[in-house]
């Protein structure tokens, strides 16, 4: 652990230098989505219609706990490819820590505790302005909620951190952006509740692991989270989390130590 | 350990990659102070094994022992006591030079006080001090490889591994290089390199391995392995394709052996200038001809029919 910890301490380091261009993506961007979405959109729909469909007194509140989780999947989706290819491929910093008394698991470790720092940074950012606007409530609850936002970048993050260690270059990534985050995004009940939608897609949006985060931080913001229902989805999010995790162990290897 | 106790010992040592034999049972020991070197062409096996030595690649078959632990089950504890140059500069692009050393450091567990310390010593000693705080990007190559070697001893490691320290590099910096690293031996340290180049073999090694595709074919000092493949001396011929065939009668009687390239003849012997007098004397005009003395090219040539670098 202490090992990991100085990846954490490295990225950390890095990351003070170029944190102004990430804050666009990880923070401006979802508070426009609160913003045109919930204030505009918002405005056009009967607050009481949007209770009973959705819980909480509006589409702002509505929507602001999807936004959160969505804003972790981003996050945690971009910056769990990147970095890793570059240090696999461009850079090459994996190598030099690989010199070191550091051993791959330390890399990986590492990798996703300072996605944890992150995310949780991101959350409690978009929480804060959330509240501002009268989206969220600053509660125990809301911040418990922001740290199962964590879980859920954290369930991205593992798989595609254990994908990005295959790539050779971030054509691919690419890809997998367009045609996997994107569509989450758009229908994985962010902005309106998946039961909208005809059966087949609502069953492949329920299948996806935004949804399950979706339901878990609206839940238990909008305070009508059932522990049995809230178990199953975070079965689901740290099943993955472990899965991506063990292909991580597996795909590093093959690439890092050959 | 004692004095004499090889740092790092290799029995048929050996890697596979799926049907490609990289490295094919070799065997070699590094006594600690010595400079030994791997040289070979590429795709000789050189790489595959330093990186089995530095504990980033699995050994397939074969014993490697490192300070005498197995990489296989004591990687953190051998890397702690390893300084490694890779062939491919790695630093971090995104922190500074001086940064570069103390966030190395941390990965060593180094004390803050004591790596600051080592990076402002290292910086004077590999003459990059003035580029302390400046960013590693707009470094030149050579300035890069000199950092990079500052970064592989920020650990004081017991053994340096380089491998390929100076391909890429312009010949002035690769002097550079070159004499860094013999101060470096100077002061006892233990360096292990690969190399292309038999000249920093020569400079650099106090005992070398010749590699040729995965196997070993040679050891010695680089002065014992002339004396005993080569002549002291040869003598560089170029001469029109329709003389090539009298001028090889002729120097058969005078010479140890010929090295026939596409460009040129090589007649290897004892008395290169004594030859050239009696090819002449013989009526044979050379467009060109050279004296020089035997270099460990010739050795490989000798051994294996081909040259270090194609």
């Known amino acids: ?258 | 350990m004692s004095r004499d106790t090889p740092l790092i010992v290799a029995r048929d040592l050996t890697k596979r990659f799926k049907n490609f034999t990289a490295v094919d049972g070799v065997g070699f020991a590094v006594h600690p102070a010595e400079s030994f070197g791997f040289l070979g062409p590429n795709g000789a096996g050189k790489t595959s094994t330093m990186r089995m030595i530095g504990c980033v690649s699995p050994v397939t078959a074969g014993e490697l022992r490192v300070f005498g632990m197995d990489p296989q089950t004591h990687a953190s504890a051998i890397k702690a006591r390893l300084g490694v140059v890779p062939q491919q500069d790695n630093l971090d692009n995104e922190i500074t030079v001086r940064e570069n050393l103390l966030m190395y450091a941390r990965y060593f567990d180094i004390p803050r006080e004591v790596a600051a310390r080592r990076a402002d010593e290292l910086l004077e000693f590999v003459q990059l001090s003035e580029r302390a705080n400046s960013e590693v990007e707009p470094l030149s190559g050579g300035m890069k490889r000199r950092l990079t070697i500052a970064r592989s001893l920020i650990n004081e490691p017991e053994v340096i591994l380089l491998d390929e320290p100076t391909t890429g590099l312009d010949p002035q910096a690769r002097h550079a290089i070159w004499d860094r690293l013999y101060r470096l031996k100077q002061r006892g340290a233990t360096l292990l390199l690969t190399t292309h180049y038999m000249e920093e073999a020569e400079q650099l090694c106090d005992r070398v391995v010749i590699m040729d595709r995965g196997r070993i074919i040679a050891e010695g000092s680089p002065r014992s392995l002339i004396e005993q493949y080569s002549t002291r001396e040869v003598l560089e011929l170029r001469v029109p394709d329709g003389i090539r065939v009298r001028l090889r009668g002729l120097v058969d009687g005078i010479a140890e052996r010929i090295e026939e390239l596409p460009d040129r003849m090589q007649v290897y012997t004892a008395d290169a200038e004594h030859a050239l007098d009696a090819i002449r004397e013989a009526g044979v005009h050379p467009e060109t001809a050279l004296v020089r003395r035997s270099t460990l090219e010739d050795v490989f040539l000798r051994l294996t029919g081909h040259a270090l670098i194609d």
């Open chain 1, 1 to 258: 652990m202490t090992r990991a910890q100085r990846i954490v301490q490295r990225n950390a380091v890095v990351y003070r230098r170029i944190w102004r261009g990430s804050v666009f993506s990880s923070f401006l961007q979802p508070t426009l989505y609160l913003m045109s979405l919930g204030l505009g959109v918002g405005s056009l729909i009967d607050p009481r219609r949007a209770a009973s469909i959705a819980g909480g007194d509006s589409y702002l509140q509505f929507l602001a706990p999807g936004l959160l989780a969505a804003a972790c999947m981003q996050v945690a989706s971009f910056e769990s490819a990147w970095p890793v290819i570059g240090k696999i491929v461009w850079r090459r910093n994996y190598h030099a820590m690989l010199a070191t008394p550091l051993a791959i698991d330390d890399l990986i470790v590492g990798e996703l505790l300072w996605l944890a720092v992150r995310l949780t940074t991101v959350g409690t950012a978009f929480m804060l302005v959330a509240s501002a606007f009268g989206a969220m409530r600053i509660a125990p609850a809301t911040l418990l909620a922001v740290l199962l936002a964590v879980v859920t970048g954290l369930a991205f993050s593992a798989p595609i951190v254990a994908y990005a260690a295959t790539l050779k270059s971030g054509d691919n990534f690419n890809i997998v952006f367009r045609l996997i985050i994107t569509p989450l995004f758009m229908f994985s009940g962010v902005f309106f509740p998946v039961d909208r939608l005809p059966a087949p897609v609502q069953w492949i949006a329920e299948a996806s692991p935004l949804y399950h985060g979706v339901q878990l931080v609206r839940g238990l913001t909008l305070g009508h989270l059932a522990p049995s229902v809230a178990i199953m989805h975070l079965v689901y999010l740290l099943g993955l989390f472990l899965a991506g995790f063990l292909a991580a162990r597996y795909t590093f290897r093959r690439t890092l130590y050959a």
